[in-house]
C-alpha cells in the first residue's frame, strides 16, 4: 500500500514538473536523443564488423571453435564409449 501511495505522489509530482519545465524537458530530450543515436550506431557498426570479420575467417564462414578442440572432442567420444560398454556390462549382471 505504502508503494502504491508513494507511486501515486510521484507521478502527480512528475506531471507538476512537466507542467512548470517542460521547455528544458524538451531541450534534455533533444540533446539525449542525438547522443543515443550516435552510441547505438556505433554499437551497431562494432557488432556488424564483428560479425563480418567472424565470417572472413574461415571460407565455409564459420569459424574453429578453439585450437585443440578436437582432441578434447575425441577425449570424449572415447570416454562416452567406455561408459556405454560399462553400462551395458552392469545391465547383463
Known amino acids: 500500500m505504502k508503494t502504491l501511495i508513494g507511486g501515486a505522489i510521484a ?3 512528475g506531471v507538476i514538473g512537466m507542467a512548470i519545465w517542460f521547455k528544458a524537458f524538451l531541450q534534455l530530450l533533444a ?7 550516435l552510441l547505438g550506431g556505433c554499437l551497431a557498426l562494432y557488432l556488424g564488423f564483428d560479425e563480418l570479420k567472424d565470417t572472413w575467417q574461415n571460407e565455409d564462414g564459420v569459424a574453429p571453435a578453439m585450437p585443440g578442440a578436437e ?3 575425441d577425449k570424449f567420444k572415447k570416454e562416452n564409449e567406455e561408459l556405454k560398454k560399462e553400462i551395458d556390462a552392469l545391465k547383463e549382471k
Open 71 to 73: 582432441d578434447e572432442v
Open 11 to 13: 507521478a502527480v509530482i
Open 31 to 37: 540533446g539525449a536523443i542525438p547522443g543515443m543515436l
